[in-house]
């Protein structure tokens, strides 16, 4: 007993001209020496800032005699007094930039090899390398101030939802497995030999089951697990913002939401918001316009369908879509007229990757002369009402898809994002959100040969759209709102099902039978009989949300020990083989396969 | 689109007299229904309150009407006007307990069947139906209010050290299994066959990590896990509040932590704090003391060890303690003079079935007379002796136990609890904290001939103690501390080891050797050789310290969703067995076992 270490006074980033005079002590790293003229400048570092280090040989040959050994990246303390720099000497980017501190004395806490890449912001390692090497990433400026960031995001909406009555409730990670989804990681279990935990996708069945406890107001930042093959940017383990409220309608969680989100723009960043209240758009708008449900609307460029015009004529393109039931959509490309013929077919050859035959063009000169295959097989006036269709001006390139309504939607979507860019029609100050509703309730899946829910099974519907579910089930609209942000589908929600018999009804349209629905979702059905009330809610990704607001490239920049896109942990060095009694233990053998 | 519905204007626990004469509408649950004089009377129940309801026939004939439908835990909305009540017919135990709402229409939009238990805080139900009907269960306002406050404690936690600069980082959930330790929950992995990922029993190496990262400042509450016997009050996964701090010592994690939990039983209880600064007390003097390291300081009753004095004499129960280098140890129940033999012997009785041979027993009669086996084998002075050290006061029983020092303590331990217990010493409105230093750094396994870390392996020791670890590893003093309240250990920490050197040696010391330290902790060595900071931190365990403050008798009172002693979800159905199709892409086969 007896602890009277201080290691320091202030940190590093604290220190301005009211401490000149100040005997004080600093702790951090050395982040750079300079030798210069006799004396010794050390830049020190810690997590709050940069403070000049002066060691004079004169005035201190023992600190001056420790600085010499220094190399970055070392641990030091220093003891010393506060002087206000020369003038010309001063840092403007510092905010200890008007001061330095004259070294009195200086212990070398811990020494350090030489990093295996510089801790700057531009920084070339290989992410293989940055992810081995976690912690020394964390010291770039860059990736502390996500992580900073990321803390303040995930503290404003804590603090706005709790000064909005809503309670944080912690739901298991240990779950039940349910085939319904995507693919859970299973935890075997130890005292039951043969049965396993699932590790939750989402806590949505035990929010809603708050709902039906009366909580009224939940939330949780929640970790989910999706046992997924990690194309795109993906990691197994991520988290969601999760909010689930009681006597509500869309209008109650998408209006909270919207603020919240705009709360979060002001107080964490400069963005700029491109327009409030967030434009609704229906599913069938964007799928038309857009080619997707989560359009980016930074920009214009939209898609036009011009299945009707694409009939007239004798083009064979046209024509075999259209025989086809598939339709013919085209884009505007400002000023593309001028584009050579190996531009065009380099987006030619982008459109045949993401499945396209190909791309039909139309340029239009400067003097408002048509170069096009279609020339010669409509006449003047058909061709012309397709460039009105698309507003083509003198000076524009028109690009059209023909083929089934997926393949059009796909690589229009794809060709108009690339276009975005090109044009450099993004502004990355801009934040376009936008929320999407009116999607359909199920989409039929062909290989399954049942319907599936667009969303998830407990959804609700527009209680018109109820006698459809024996009539016409692609015809339902659900109860569902997506929140879009630039492109990323940042959440969504719906206002659920509250009753047994209309949730065991979408289940029964899933194809599932009695058995299978009471094995899994029985619990969930009798709760609903026990007086559930109207409820809805929202889930926010976290990951993606820090990401845009950070300016990012990759959710794996603002998650601090992210795994490799085929979910390895490369510092710790997971997944790995277990010991045999682990294994034992848990009842289980290894089935190892031939390798082919 | 056009989402116009609206639930309620208010809730039921914010209608009083300034809002008498307003039209409202509230929504919730049937709480009681009266039928009165031609009346109904409804209480409606949210989250928030209760308000009443009066369905007046001559009214209102379509809400009587429906009111006569209603039955408990129905969810309905009701319109209608708030009124004040007559005087004699206030509720001062209700916020709303002035006013009443005389109802204008009522809408069921859920009805409900009988619940397995009534949803009030007397519920005889059995824990098991309580918990597979969770979402009824936490209906009750006992329950409610302890989620509540869960909430409130953590969030003023976060609030709490977010203001002292502390980021909250998230540390992954699917970590790398090391067979140190307790034992892990397994995840296996679908794309390398044979390997696994483990839950993290807590994020202690990632948190030292972040403090090589620089981040100077961490916290999280942070879900653990571990795989152990369900003995004793534990959940397989479990929370913490987990603080790691670079450039500290002790006194700084102590505290910070002292005033933390000062500032939360402050904020939400009216608990009294019996003692602050919270009382420093040594390993050493606890277990001497109180016979275990989280003693209960509510109450007195010390133990006191009278090994010199029982020397003394010839009475073998002692005398043989002795010989097998045991030790003799007694404490004083206060009055306990009077007990009778049959009580004497259930004492004795619950000494036995704690491992002791049995009790001695020397009870001093109002008129100081002794009454004791002992005055048969010692002089009276000798008895005197012992009754002077215990401070032993006519009409007291003093109880002595004769065995090992381990027997000694276990066995005083409990009985000491006992009696505090019995003697009602125990105010339950005190939360007498305290914290418990100088540990040793090791203990010696027997079973596994070598040295194991008696907190963790990362804890830092006694400068002065270092070089012990060749000569004398078990007198080495940690750099660990403890928080005790009332006689739960509700957090732990230590200043960390941050030189590879020094943590090899401990590895090497725990007997592993190189290729052992090397796979499993080669990262944490590897880290500590670029630049580690000196460190310290702190982990409270979350469920237990809000069961403390809500004074609840079990940490699954204060979860919303725990699983039984056995590890079971009963309201989920987990765990449960998994498909044939989910095992194979995980390259697993189940061992069946022989049953036996």
């Known amino acids: 007993m007896g602890f009277e270490v201080q290691y320091r006074t202030h940190t590093c980033g604290e220190l301005n001209t009211d401490a000149v005079g100040k005997q004080v002590v600093l702790a951090g790293w050395i982040n ?5 003229g006799g004396l010794i400048f050390l830049d020190l570092r810690d997590r709050y800032g940069l403070t000049q280090v002066v060691c004079d040989p004169e005035r201190s040959p023992e600190a001056h005699k420790v600085a010499t050994e220094l190399r970055s990246e070392y641990v030091v303390q220093i003891k010393g007094s506060v002087v206000r720099r020369a003038v010309e000497n001063e840092n403007p980017n510092l905010s200890t930039g008007k001061i330095e501190l004259q070294a009195e004395a200086i212990e070398i806490l811990n020494a350090a090899r030489t990093t295996p890449f510089p801790i700057t912001d531009n ?23 996500n992580i900073l960031l990321r803390h303040r995001i995930v503290k404003i909406m804590r603090d706005y ?33 043969g049965e396993f935990y699932a590790l939750p996708q989402s806590p949505q069945q035990l929010k809603q089951l708050l709902m039906v406890a009366g909580l009224d107001r939940y939330f949780q930042i929640a970790r989910c697990f999706r046992d997924e ?34 709360t979060l723009i002001e107080k964490t960043t400069k963005k700029r918001i491109k327009q409030r209240p967030f434009p609704r758009l229906s599913f069938d708008d964007v799928m038309s316009r857009y080619g ?6 930074r920009f214009g460029l939209p898609l036009v369908e011009i299945t009707d015009l694409a009939a007239a004529g004798t083009f064979g393109v046209f024509k075999s879509a259209l ?18 013929r190996k531009e065009i077919d380099e987006l030619t050859e982008f459109a045949r990757t993401l499945g396209a035959k190909g791309l039909v063009s139309l340029a239009i000169n400067a003097s408002g002369e048509i170069k096009s295959p279609l020339t010669k097989f409509m006449s003047a006036e058909e061709v012309q009402a397709i460039i009105e269709r698309l507003e083509g001006q003198a000076g524009d390139l028109l690009l059209f898809v023909a083929d089934s309504a997926k393949v059009c939607n796909d690589v229009l979507f794809r060709l108009r994002t690339k276009l975005g860019e090109r044009l450099k029609l993004i502004d990355p100050d801009e934040m376009a959100l936008c929320w999407v509703v009116d999607f359909p309730l199920f989409h039929y899946d062909e290989e399954g040969q049942r319907y599936d829910a667009e969303h998830n099974p407990f959804s609700g519907m527009d209680e018109a759209h109820i006698e459809r579910l024996d009539s016409d089930p692609l015809h339902i609209r659900a109860r569902q709102y997506d929140i879009i942000c630039n492109g990323f589908e940042i959440g969504g929600g719906s206002v659920r099902i509250n009753t047994a018999a209309l949730q065991h009804k979408v289940f029964s349209l899933m194809k599932m039978d009695n058995e299978q629905i009471q094995e899994q979702f029985g619990h ?43 979910a390895i942990d490369l510092l710790m060095g997971a997944p790995s083989p277990v010991e045999e009694k682990q294994l034992q233990e848990l009842h289980l053998l290894v089935r190892h396969e031939e390798k082919r």
Chains 1, 2 share one sequence.
Do not use: C, W
Request: hydrophobic fraction near 40%; avoid cysteine.
């Open 123 to 145: 920084v070339q390692a290989d992410e293989s390398l940055r992810l081995k090497y976690r912690y020394l990433d964390l010291r770039r400026p860059s990736m502390r101030n």
């Open 229 to 262: 093959d990690q194309r795109a940017d993906r990691q197994p383990e991520f988290t969601q913002l999760d909010v689930e409220m009681s006597f509500v309608s869309e209008e109650d969680v998408m209006s909270l939401i919207e603020d919240l989100l705009i």
């Open 32 to 36: 750079r020496r300079r030798d210069h």
């Open 292 to 297: 997707t449900d989560h359009p980016d609307l």
């Open 161 to 193: 939802l709790d000064e909005r009555a809503f309670v944080e409730v912690e739901t298991p990670v240990l779950m039940k497995s349910t085939p319904e989804g995507a693919r859970d990681y299973l935890v075997p279990s130890r005292l039951y030999e």
């Open 323 to 340: 025989a086809a039931q598939g339709m013919v959509k085209g884009i505007r490309v400002p000023g593309g007229g001028s584009y050579t």
């Open 524 to 566: 969930m059905l009798e709760a609903f009989e026990y007086g559930a009330p109207p409820h809805g809610g929202i889930a926010l990704g976290v990951d993606r949300l820090v990401m845009l607001f950070a300016d990012a490239d990759s959710i794996r920049e603002v998650i601090a020990f992210p795994k490799t896109q085929s």
